[in-house]
């Protein structure tokens, strides 16, 4: 069965601190990862990585794909309390010539003042 | 502005009743999708659409139904038969459903029975 695995599940910081979300994943087939940002209502999209070993940044943060181990992983730099949301993994898996998005279970991070 | 509407935003049921949860888009998208949040456990898939017309079930279709008659709407309704409705749902679409382009969500419906 496909399954995507998220740690830690909560994490609570202050603000400058630099944070690093785990995203572990067994999916047939797999396509993409993805990360979304969930602050309270629709999740926003953050990175999309298909390569291993490449780094995708987006001004603090950044994202890798290692394909060989499984996992990919978020970083979050000089972090602040806007930051503060849950953080979702998605793996695309492709069966059939059908995208099938499996999610992990999100982490949630609280920055504080 | 494109985007996908879900509405409402909150709404509470009576057990035994049903119950139909709007999500709306005007971005064109093919595929449409509606998911289940609960606390601990990522988004899980009720059911999708790729295309006008036709639907099939997602993970945990088990009392739950769709339609898809307009290419811009995907109604949910939870029906009397689920037996643990009180969740988070998330509608979203996507260009197709044979690439990976990722997900547009709308802001969700917090559904409670009481």
């Known amino acids: 069965e496909d399954k995507v695995v998220q740690s830690p599940l909560s994490l609570v910081v202050h603000e400058g601190d630099t944070v690093t979300l785990n995203c572990s994943y067994e999916?047939?087939?797999?396509?993409?990862l993805l990360w979304y940002k969930q602050e309270k209502k629709a999740p926003t999209f953050l990175f999309m990585l298909?390569?291993?070993?490449i780094e995708k940044k987006s001004g603090r943060l950044s994202s890798i794909l290692d394909k060989k181990e499984l996992f990919s992983i978020l970083n979050i730099t000089a972090t602040q309390t806007g930051d503060s949301a849950v953080y979702l993994c998605?793996?695309?898996?492709?069966?059939?010539?059908?995208?099938?998005?499996?999610f992990g279970t999100g982490t949630r991070l609280k920055v504080l003042a | 502005d494109g985007g996908i509407t879900q509405s409402p935003k909150y709404l509470f049921r009576k057990e035994g009743q049903n119950v139909t949860l709007s999500c709306e888009q005007n971005?064109?998208?093919?595929?449409m999708y509606w998911y289940r949040q609960d606390p601990g456990q990522g988004l899980r898939l009720i059911y999708y659409?790729?295309?006008?017309?036709?639907?099939q079930k997602g993970d945990i279709a088990e009392g739950y139904s769709v339609s898809r008659e307009k290419k811009e709407s995907f109604p949910l309704t939870v029906t009397s038969a689920q037996k643990n409705p009180t969740a988070f749902y998330l509608c979203?679409?996507?260009?197709?459903?044979?690439?990976?382009?990722?997900?547009?969500f709308g802001s969700g419906t917090r559904l409670t029975v009481v």
């Open positions: 979203a679409s996507s260009i197709n459903a044979h690439q990976s382009y990722g997900y547009t």
């Open positions: 999916v047939t087939n797999f396509r993409s």
């Open positions: 298909t390569s291993s070993g």
């Open positions: 998605a793996v695309i898996s492709v069966t059939s010539g059908t995208y099938k998005y499996i």
């Open positions: 971005l064109n998208h093919d595929a």
């Open positions: 659409s790729q295309i006008v017309n036709d639907f």
